[in-house]
């Protein structure tokens, strides 16, 4: 299991840490975007919504679609463009407990993501990966799952607002 740690600077630009190591940054460009650029490496992925509502989305590399995100009642699909029965489900773990999970086609949990709350009021987030060895496409994954759990809490947290 590996655990990745995602801290915020200035609620626009997070940065992925394993081990304290940086490996990625995620970067919403506008405020209130749904559209963030992911940097892994050397490595450039844009993460853009599709849709009026942006309820879609997919990650480019080079222009080219590599995850087609789709938002359904029960959690978001990701899943491969070209390999469309090996998805990926993002859903709350229960309805008394924090956080998501992602599992896989399978059923099986791949990773865990919560939100850490700092009083400075820059949200972080912690990853838990059921896998020993990194590659860059689990890497991507974890920042893809870090975005719309952050949409998830955004959207949550404005129904809130809206109905006080």
Same mark, same amino acid.
């Given at each position: 299991?590996?655990?990745?740690?995602?801290?915020?600077?200035?609620?626009? *630009?997070?940065?992925?840490?394993? !081990?304290?190591?940086?490996?990625?940054?995620?970067?919403?460009? +506008?405020?209130?975007?749904?559209? $963030?650029?992911?940097?892994?490496?050397?490595?450039?992925?844009?993460?853009?919504? +599709?849709?009026?509502? +942006?309820? /879609?989305? %997919?990650?480019? +590399?080079?222009?080219?679609?590599?995850? !087609?995100? &789709?938002? @359904?009642?029960?959690?978001?699909?990701?899943?491969?463009? @070209? %390999? $469309?029965? /090996?998805?990926?489900?993002?859903?709350?773990?229960?309805?008394?407990?924090?956080?998501?999970?992602?599992?896989?086609? @399978?059923? %099986?949990?791949?990773?865990?993501? &919560?939100? %850490?709350?700092?009083? @400075?009021?820059?949200?972080?987030?912690?990853?838990?990966?059921?896998? !020993?060895?990194?590659?860059? !496409?689990?890497?991507?994954?974890?920042?893809?799952?870090? /975005?719309?759990? *952050?949409? $998830?809490?955004?959207? $949550?947290?404005?129904?809130?607002?809206?109905?006080?």
């Amino acid at each position: 299991m590996q655990t990745i740690t995602i801290t915020s600077e200035k609620n626009r *630009r997070y940065t992925a840490l394993i !081990d304290g190591k940086p490996f990625g940054t995620l970067y919403y460009p +506008k405020w209130f975007s749904q559209d $963030a650029e992911i940097t892994i490496g050397a490595s450039m992925y844009i993460l853009k919504g +599709k849709g009026f509502w +942006k309820t /879609h989305g %997919e990650v480019l +590399k080079d222009g080219m679609p590599i995850f !087609d995100i &789709k938002t @359904k009642w029960s959690g978001n699909v990701i899943s491969r463009t @070209k %390999e $469309a029965h /090996h998805f990926y489900t993002l859903k709350p773990k229960g309805f008394f407990k924090c956080g998501y999970v992602l599992e896989n086609y @399978k059923g %099986e949990v791949v990773m865990e993501v &919560k939100q %850490e709350f700092s009083w @400075k009021f820059n949200p972080g987030y912690l990853l838990t990966v059921n896998e !020993d060895t990194m590659t860059e !496409d689990t890497m991507l994954l974890a920042l893809v799952a870090m /975005h719309y759990f *952050r949409a $998830a809490m955004n959207a $949550a947290a404005a129904s809130v607002a809206a109905a006080g």
